[in-house]
């Protein structure tokens, strides 16, 4: 990074402990949106400052920012919480039949119903999650707006690099600035029409709508040098690319807390479950092959700890698959790579090759958000 860049954030690059939540405390200081990453920035370079503080776009984040976090958060607890009664209710049944030893009785009634209640409230936490469901395009409506504001933020960026470099130190140029922000974010598609925006992702496999304001897909005439374009295209560099390699780093690091790691503990799990369901009933195949009867104590143990077993692995694997699926995890390792690959582009070009870097990355942002869209409406 050269001398004149802005100080990366407290937290950039750093190892996650073992046990921590990568993304504790996370915020999006790639678009200001927190108050202490505004005070660094303007600490070291107030007139930096004065451009890349947006207020208007701030408000307006956060307000579909909350409901789309709302929402994914329900949806996750939906999902984990039926899986989870109703992997209860399939190891209540398995374990059921052994509760009679000694009752006389072929089916104990307590540990059936508790069962059966379990299967019930799992049904009803199923169709729940079903009918939440509906309200994907909302959420997903959010979320696409929130991404598409954070790349409006570059893209005027980017596309105004000559007047956003004066506006540093000259009133007049801040003033058409500002003017130029405002109209840009009049392109932000409005709040009725997300739900049919996020369908219209899904169908865009030719890259076409990268640029939020269409004039913006043919690049402009790279401006002259000077030492405020060289402060403000490394700002750029450190808020756009710095920011989404640590987080996709955070995504794809070593704490026990980050999708990676949750998603391999999860298979390894159900591996070893599965390996325990098919050698308890091979176990009791071999009982009733040495003479031991169907109502064994020790054949229905054995079968029971098979049902059991396959019980929790099915439910392992169904908890992996809608809460990390392995599309995210390619998509993370995929946008992280791609952003590193632009910021090395970025750091050994000339003027019109930062330039280029930064306008891939746009690209780069695109496809991630797009990945993210097919991943969450497609059934899990």
């Known amino acids: 990074m050269s001398e004149s ?52 776009l701030r408000a307006l984040f956060n307000k579909h920012e909350a409901p789309a976090n709302h929402h994914a958060r329900r949806d996750r607890r939906l999902a984990l919480a039926s899986v989870l009664v109703g992997v209860a209710a399939l190891v209540t049944a398995a374990f059921a039949p052994l509760s009679d030893v000694g009752a ?19 049904g009803v936490l199923a169709i729940g999650q079903v009918l939440a469901a509906r309200s994907n395009a909302g959420w997903l409506g959010s979320r696409y707006w929130t991404e598409r504001a954070r790349g409006l933020y570059f893209q005027v960026l980017v596309n105004n690099l000559d007047l956003a470099a004066r506006a540093m130190t000259d009133d007049a140029a801040l003033g058409a600035w500002k003017r130029t922000r405002a109209q840009a974010l009049d392109a932000l ?15 865009d496999v030719a890259d076409d ?22 402060l403000l295209l490394s700002c750029l560099r450190a808020q756009r690319m710095d920011v989404q390699i640590d987080y996709s780093r955070r995504k794809l690091g070593d704490s026990l807390a980050t999708p990676r790691r949750q998603a391999d503990a999860a298979r390894r799990a159900a591996g070893a479950l599965t390996v325990a369901a098919v050698t308890a009933a091979g176990l009791a195949g071999l009982l009733l092959t040495v003479g031991f009867t169907p109502h064994a104590l020790g054949v229905r143990a054995v079968v029971a700890v098979a049902a059991a077993a396959a019980a929790l692995a099915l439910g392992l694997r169904a908890v992996n698959d809608s809460l990390f699926p392995a599309s995210d995890l390619v ?15 970025f750091d050994s070009g000339d003027l019109e090759a930062r330039i280029d870097a930064l306008r891939a990355m746009e690209g780069h942002a695109y496809r991630d958000l797009r990945g993210f869209i097919a991943s969450h409406t497609r059934p899990r």
Request: charged share 20%; hydrophobic share 50%.
């Open 189 to 203: 598609p409005p709040a009725g029409d997300l739900a049919g925006r996020v369908r219209d992702m899904t169908r």
């Open 331 to 345: 998509r993370y390792a995929w946008y992280n790579a791609a952003a590193v690959q632009a910021r090395a582009q």
């Open 5 to 56: 860049a802005p100080p990366p954030p407290a937290d950039a690059e750093a190892r996650i402990p073992l046990f921590a939540d990568p993304l504790a405390g996370w915020v999006n200081h790639d678009i200001l949106l927190d108050k202490d990453a505004r005070r660094r920035l303007g600490a070291a370079h107030p007139q930096a400052l004065r451009v890349l503080d947006w207020p208007e």
């Open 104 to 122: 006389g009785t072929a089916w104990p009634v307590v540990p059936g119903a508790l069962a059966v209640l379990l299967a019930l409230a799992a």
């Open 209 to 230: 709508e990268v640029w939020i304001v269409p004039a913006w897909r043919a690049a402009p005439p790279a401006p002259e040098p000077s030492p405020h374009l060289d």
